[in-house]
């Protein structure tokens, strides 16, 4: 069982939005940054989003991050069919000493 | 361009030993501390090891603790894992990551492709 608690499955139709949380506890996500990786499937994870909100250049503006207090949200807007992945959130825990990641999120495109 | 290229993974016995390495290029190599993440098949992610830019500074999870030993050269641009005591649990794909900063306190931003060990008698 994973530190971080993310949804297993999402869904939504095409062009349309969604979110997937991410929630945690203060020694993780209440006082470290948050990041959010895409692993499409048979390939690696690929950062979409760090320190919370911000996008690595070459990341679409239809991704987004935020956070409030020890939660932590992915939006992807306008869903296109090559967004069905499993979608990740990643922090430091302090407490632990160690990286923890959620146990992921499965995204269909309907 | 950042690549991280790992090598080294196999089948290999219960109770056997395997080193995994990962070759850095594209970027300065000891201005960021390294991670070792694992993925089941068919799982999740989970953290295994990190290490800081100058080996100072090295963490494990309680999963292998005393059994895997992360290192680095600096000099050849090369992260390592040296797995002794390998269980059928160990068994994943190990992928090579990079931490935005010179610590292991962070979450990585660029990964390898990742090599697979299957741990099987």
Redesign the interface.
């Known amino acids: 069982q994973s530190v971080l608690t993310q949804p297993p499955s999402v869904s939504a139709a095409p062009g349309q939005k969604v979110t997937i949380s991410c929630s945690g506890s203060s020694s993780n996500i209440g006082n470290n940054y948050v990041s959010w990786y895409q692993q499409l499937p048979g390939t690696a994870p690929k950062l979409l989003i760090y320190d919370n909100n911000k996008r690595p250049s070459g990341i679409p503006d239809r991704f987004s991050g935020s956070k409030s207090g020890t939660s932590a949200t992915l939006g992807i807007t306008g869903l296109q069919t090559g967004d069905e992945a499993d979608y990740y959130c990643g922090t430091w825990d302090s407490s632990l000493s160690a990286v923890i990641f959620g146990g992921g999120t499965k995204l269909t495109v309907l | 361009e950042v690549q991280l290229v790992e090598s080294g993974g196999g089948l290999v016995q219960p109770g056997r030993s395997l080193r995994l390495s990962c070759a850095a290029s594209g970027f300065v190599f000891d201005d960021h501390g390294m991670?070792w993440?694992r993925q089941a098949p068919g799982k999740?992610?989970?953290?295994v090891s990190?290490i800081s830019w100058n080996s100072g500074s090295i963490?494990y999870?309680g999963s292998v603790k005393g059994r895997f030993t992360i290192s680095r050269d600096n000099a050849k641009n090369s992260l390592f894992l040296q797995m002794n005591s390998l269980r059928a649990e160990d068994t994943a794909f190990y992928?090579c990551a990079r931490d935005?900063t010179i610590a292991v306190?962070?979450?990585?931003?660029?990964?390898?492709?990742?090599t697979l060990v299957t741990v099987s008698s």
């Open positions: 991670h993440v999740g992610l989970e953290w990190g963490a999870a992928y935005p306190a962070g979450s990585p931003d660029y990964w390898g492709q990742g």
